[in-house]
């Protein structure tokens, strides 16, 4: 069955790739996504409207060559974009702390709950950034940007089942090393 | 807290721990960052500039030009289509004094230019965008549209291509004013001439298997470094990788893979290995310790001035510091080459021969030649390099979004598209880049994807079979399929001649004698009113190319080509000449040799449009100009005569310079006539200077696919029994 939304960002790409000047409305489809994602990353505003730039920049002059290989045209911009904050990464490390970032409010429970819960939330977030990069970024795109297996594939440049053995070995050096993650008795 | 079920972790993550904390990272909800809506909006400017440099594909340019979205581009489309005489200054421009306006192009003065690419300008100084476009005029007759990125002006022909085989001058008129009002003091022109039309494909469809996403085998992971890379080096005999990781590690691993091992732990700079695959140098904490691979002791080498780059010559290790390049002799340690002494001269790379070093000399890129102490100048002021073909004797640089393939005098220079090459021993390069891998000749010719997916830094083994690469951290390795043999049909093998004998006509002509038979020689007799072998005076001889060429018979293999003689006077085209050439493979030696020539009148060479390719086969003709033309002269104007006199085929269809008569029935070896009417004109509304006529022969029949060898064609050498005439 055809997804109108696919259908229509296929008609998008098509056109970039014959036009490139058709490639503004894939930037303002896709924008706010590339640019959360690569300040989540980067920590830094300046930093984040370079990432971004490059990001965009590099997908413009590769759009002629882009194959649509029926995953969404957004996989592919994070490919672009893990390649392009691991280039930054080597010079630049993140320097804001995470607590700045997301977003830890809960609704409903006891306040004592809430602040509890937030508390582990916030290590957790602290142990991924511990991770290595490649499982850090396996889990960022997993449970951060609620991505597809088969999408952070793409992403990363892997096989569906090695992004699957990342994320597992991520996750499970966290329920190691995150001892005060159990639940409370 | 439950969360909502995720299918695609199901088989991941079956432990109840596991998806407790997989939960808990669901749970965080990122914020907004701060955004600045003046930087969102000026980056959709900046990549809607540059696209409109990159150009369009396949839509009409009057639609660009008059679509609601092309609107602010048609006065500056329009005002470059009418072209006149065009001032002829110098095309390389001095530097001036901080208040002229200097311009440049990495363009100026190449003799093999890609056809798809932007011609860029650079001026020295912000420039009035309004004025510096209508002050453009481009010849021959050429619809564009412009583009700017900083101070850089990019032309595009909206056909989106340039015209084969052709000189143009891009001329900047003295209407063009800097940002703050100043004109340019003089026109400016900028020369430069294409490279010849992509060979056409195979006149019969043949139905290609799709090709697979990914063709490379023998994939896999040598190593992980999380922190980068900074070297990688293969032994010469593509056994073992080297690389030094972003922490200074100098590590080797074996090609097929197995555990790294550690040569020195930290603080490796540049490194590099002997030919003989023996020895190790590299440069540590300011010396250059020297590793004797099969024994595994070192030996050190204390320079007087710090080391910042290490290699190779024929003699032993040399290293560049930042005032030259320094060896060690028989009396010791001694200067080989001096760098500039003005400036900040950084060396980047020696040879794979070491017999040149690329250094920065503040903005520009060089080489030094270490024998002679000379340096050549790469491109324009920023280029970067990229690399060495395997022998030295080339060199790979960033242009305009390209890649430029130059020889070590600058000269020479093909563009590839842009990426991160590598150049191997079996003369393929690999160009890697974000999101896919190409290979191709080094002459652009064969582009081949390979893959899909993340390739930096590819680097070719010695063997030209392997080779590395980074992708996230890793440094893979994997082979790439065997080059496929150089096509060789019949009628390559006779391009192949015609291509030598002409460039011995023009630097050797006693050389071309070896490619005329009995006859070819009788028809170059110039003392009993042959043709002149050696086509002298002024205006001179600066270049030819082949207008159209086809086999025309067998038994024996037949072909008839239409070469053009340029003529010009201080180095622009004046006047032209066509030689036909029918060429005949002999039966001992298979090699195709000269059998008869004509020559056609000399004209000259005008503001007006001419042909500039014919690609024949048996059911159409394809003529290419060197000018857009007016649509609605084309019909009328471009004719196909049989050896009768009598029209033949169906209504000329045009588009992108391309005239296309097709319907046609040509039989083989018969003659035909290509009539072009002085009644077409091109954009600008100038008629063609004279009818022009071209008479050739129908093709023979290869079998619907005249890229396939049908017999031997050995790669063409000098006739052995050829002699000068006397």
Redesign the interface.
């Known amino acids: 069955m055809s997804d109108p939304q696919r259908d229509e960002e296929r008609e998008l790409v098509e056109q970039a790739?014959?036009?490139?000047?058709q490639?503004?409305a894939l930037?303002?489809r896709h924008?706010q996504q590339i640019?959360?994602f690569v300040?989540?990353r980067v920590r830094e505003?300046t930093a984040?409207?370079d990432v971004?730039?490059e990001i965009?920049?590099?997908a413009?002059?590769?759009m002629?060559?882009?194959?649509d290989?029926g995953r969404p045209f957004a996989a592919?911009l994070y490919?672009?974009s893990?390649?392009?904050i691991?280039d930054r990464y080597?010079t630049l490390r993140p320097s804001s702390p995470l607590e700045d970032?997301?977003?830890?409010s809960?609704a409903e429970?006891p306040l004592e709950e809430q602040a509890a819960?937030r508390d582990?939330?916030r290590r957790?977030?602290a142990l991924?950034e511990a991770l290595?990069?490649?499982q850090k970024?396996a889990?960022v795109l997993?449970?951060?940007e609620?991505m597809?297996?088969e999408d952070i594939a793409v992403a990363?440049?892997k096989t569906p089942g090695a992004v699957?053995l990342l994320?597992?070995r991520g996750?499970?050096r966290?329920?190691d090393e995150?001892d005060s993650?159990r639940?409370a008795e | 807290?439950s969360m909502p079920h995720d299918p695609?972790?199901e088989?991941?993550?079956q432990?109840q721990?596991?998806r407790?904390?997989?939960d808990?990272?669901?749970?965080?909800?990122?914020?907004?960052?701060?955004?600045?809506d003046a930087?969102?909006s000026d980056?959709?400017r900046?990549?809607?500039s540059?696209?409109?440099g990159?150009?369009?594909?396949?839509?009409p340019w009057w639609r660009k030009v008059f679509g609601p979205?092309g609107m602010v581009w048609a006065t500056a489309a329009v005002g470059v289509i009418l072209i006149g005489a065009v001032v002829v200054l110098t095309a390389t421009n001095q530097p001036g004094p901080s208040d002229q306006v200097v311009v440049s192009s990495q363009l100026a003065n190449q003799s093999a230019v890609r056809l798809q690419q932007p011609i860029q300008v650079t001026f020295n100084q912000p420039m009035d965008h309004r004025s510096t476009e209508a002050a453009v005029q481009i010849a021959p007759a050429t619809t564009v549209a412009f583009s700017w990125h900083e101070n850089t002006l990019s032309v595009t022909p909206t056909a989106g291509n340039l015209a084969p085989n052709t000189q143009y001058q891009v001329t900047i008129g003295p209407g063009a004013k800097t940002a703050s009002g100043q004109s340019l003091t003089a026109p400016k022109t900028i020369t430069f001439v294409t490279q010849p039309p992509p060979p056409s494909p195979s006149p019969t469809p043949t139905v290609k298997p799709t090709p697979p996403?990914t063709v490379l085998t023998n994939q896999h992971l040598l190593a992980s470094m999380?922190?980068?890379i900074t070297n990688v080096l293969w032994s010469p005999d593509s056994t073992t990788v080297y690389f030094v990781t972003?922490k200074g590690a100098l590590e080797s691993v074996p090609a097929i893979g197995g555990n790294p091992t550690v040569l020195a732990p930290d603080g490796v700079g540049s490194v590099a290995i002997n030919p003989a695959g023996d020895q190790l140098a590299y440069i540590r904490k300011g010396n250059i310790q020297i590793l004797a691979i099969g024994q595994g002791t070192t030996t050190e080498v204390v320079p007087a001035a710090a080391p910042v780059l290490v290699g190779w010559a024929t003699s032993g290790v040399e290293w560049a510091t930042a005032d030259g390049v320094y060896t060690v002799g028989p009396g010791g340690q001694g200067k080989v080459a001096a760098l500039p002494a003005t400036g900040t001269a950084t060396a980047i790379s020696f040879a794979p021969d070491g017999a040149h070093l690329a250094y920065a000399l503040d903005q520009s890129l060089s080489v030094l030649d270490l024998a002679t102490g000379k340096s050549t100048v790469l491109g324009l002021p920023g280029a970067h390099f990229q690399g060495w073909s395997p022998d030295g004797t080339g060199v790979m640089y960033s242009g305009a979004?390209a890649v430029v393939l130059a020889d070590l005098g600058g000269r020479n220079t093909t563009s590839l598209p842009?990426g991160e090459p590598s150049w191997s021993s079996q003369d393929e390069v690999l160009l890697g880049?974000?999101?896919?891998l190409f290979v191709m000749r080094p002459d652009a010719s064969g582009q081949t994807?390979l893959a899909?997916?993340?390739f930096?830094l590819p680097a070719w083994a010695p063997n030209g079979i392997a080779f590395t690469y980074f992708?996230?951290?890793?440094l893979y390795t994997a082979s790439a399929p065997t080059p496929a043999p150089p096509a060789t049909s019949p009628l390559d093998a006779a391009a192949s001649v015609v291509n030598l004998f002409m460039k011995a006509r023009k630097d050797n002509p006693d050389r071309a004698n070896a490619y005329l038979d009995d006859n070819g020689r009788k028809a170059y007799m110039s003392s009993t009113g042959g043709l002149n072998l050696q086509v002298t005076g002024d205006p001179s001889f600066s270049r030819y190319y082949v207008l159209t060429g086809q086999i025309t018979g067998s038994h024996p293999d037949t072909a008839q080509f239409v070469v053009r003689i340029v003529l010009a006077h201080n180095s622009l085209d004046v006047k032209s000449l066509e030689e036909t050439l029918t060429l005949v493979r002999t039966q001992g030696s298979q090699q195709f040799l000269v059998d008869q020539a004509a020559a056609g009148p000399v004209l000259t060479l005008g503001a007006t449009a001419e042909v500039v390719s014919v690609d024949v086969t048996a059911t159409s003709v394809k003529v290419t100009f060197d000018s857009d033309l007016k649509p609605e002269t084309v019909t009328a104007g471009v004719i196909i005569l049989d050896s009768k006199g009598k029209q033949i085929g169906n209504m000329p269809a045009y588009a992108k310079r391309t005239v296309t008569v097709d319907g046609l029935d040509l039989k083989a070896g018969k003659s035909y006539k290509l009539v072009v009417l002085s009644t077409v004109q091109d954009v600008g509304g100038s008629n063609i200077a004279a009818e022009y006529d071209l008479t050739f022969s129908g093709p023979a029949d290869t079998h619907g696919d005249r890229h396939r060898d049908t017999s031997p064609s050995p790669i063409p050498q000098p006739s052995p029994t050829a002699t000068p005439s006397s």
């Open positions: 790739k014959r036009d490139p000047r490639f503004g930037y303002d924008f640019y959360r300040y989540s505003q984040a409207e971004t730039s965009f920049m590099k413009l002059k590769a002629p060559r882009y194959q290989t592919w490919q672009i893990v390649n392009a691991a080597r970032f997301h977003d830890l809960i429970p819960h582990e939330i957790i977030w991924v290595p990069v490649q970024t889990l997993k449970f951060q609620d597809k297996i990363m440049g699957k994320i597992h996750v499970s966290l329920r995150a993650l639940p | 807290m695609d972790l088989d991941v993550l432990d721990e596991l407790r904390v997989a808990l990272l669901r749970e965080a909800r990122m914020t907004e960052p701060p955004l600045d930087f969102r980056l959709r900046r990549l809607m540059q696209a409109w990159m150009g369009g594909g396949g839509t979205t996403p999380p922190d980068g972003g979004q842009a880049s974000d999101v896919n994807k899909d997916g993340t930096h992708r996230s951290g890793e």
